[in-house]
């Protein structure tokens, strides 16, 4: 259940690519709190600045200027390690490619997080074979990648990036790979997660089948903020 905690806040939020001749403003002064227990949706066309947004969100970028707040905490100081022990232990990842390690088993793909984050073996475990059973994956626990399917594959990338209860999931086009009824199935299942979990979801997608689901829509277009829809309210 979302309350008023605030887990991501950016303040005038602009990104500038000018590795070619032509500057390209893909953000132009972004502003935009997400609260704990969200299950949210960055929605617009192709150039609208979602996935950039995303990214620096979750540090995978930075912003030109501007300012953004994980948890309370400006980003704007970190050094490189700071931000990658900050993904680490406060955002989960989920990519349109799953990206899981083929030679390991679900289980396994699972614990990685918890590994690096230093966890002991015998907890690994437990958490890992728990979640995966709450995905609908507990028959599946020793299979690895290239034996499931998309959904499964999907299913077990969710799984691995909210079993250390980060602080905000952030989600890349997660359904591009999966056929209609695999991305209802999927979405049916974080949304379940986000509920009983209270794991904060946003999501950069171009799929309606996730802007429906979603609770809130955050809509951009050339970089701005365009509409901003609560569903709840």
Known sequence: MMNNKTIIETKNLEKV???SKVAV???????????EGEFMALSGPSGSGKTTLLNIIGALDHPTSGTVRV??????????????RLRLDRIGFIFQAYNLIPVLTARENVEYVMLLQGVDEKERIERAEAILEDVGLKDYINTRPNEMSGGQQQRVAVARAIVSNPDVVLAD??????????????????????????????????????MEYARRLVKLRDGQVEDDIDKDA
Not at 25 to 35: C, F, M, P
Not at 71 to 84: C, H
Not at 187 to 209: G, I, K, P, Q
């Open 17 to 19: 690519y000018d590795d």
């Open 173 to 210: 086009e997660p359904t591009a790979n999966l056929d209609s009824a695999t991305s209802s199935s999927l979405l049916e299942m974080m949304r379940e997660m986000n509920e009983t979990h209270n794991a904060t979801f946003v999501f950069s997608t171009h799929d309606r089948l996730v």
């Open 25 to 35: 403003h893909a953000l132009r002064g972004v502003n935009l709190e997400v609260h």
């Open 71 to 84: 948890a309370g905490e400006d980003l704007s100081g970190f050094t490189k390690s700071e931000l990658s």
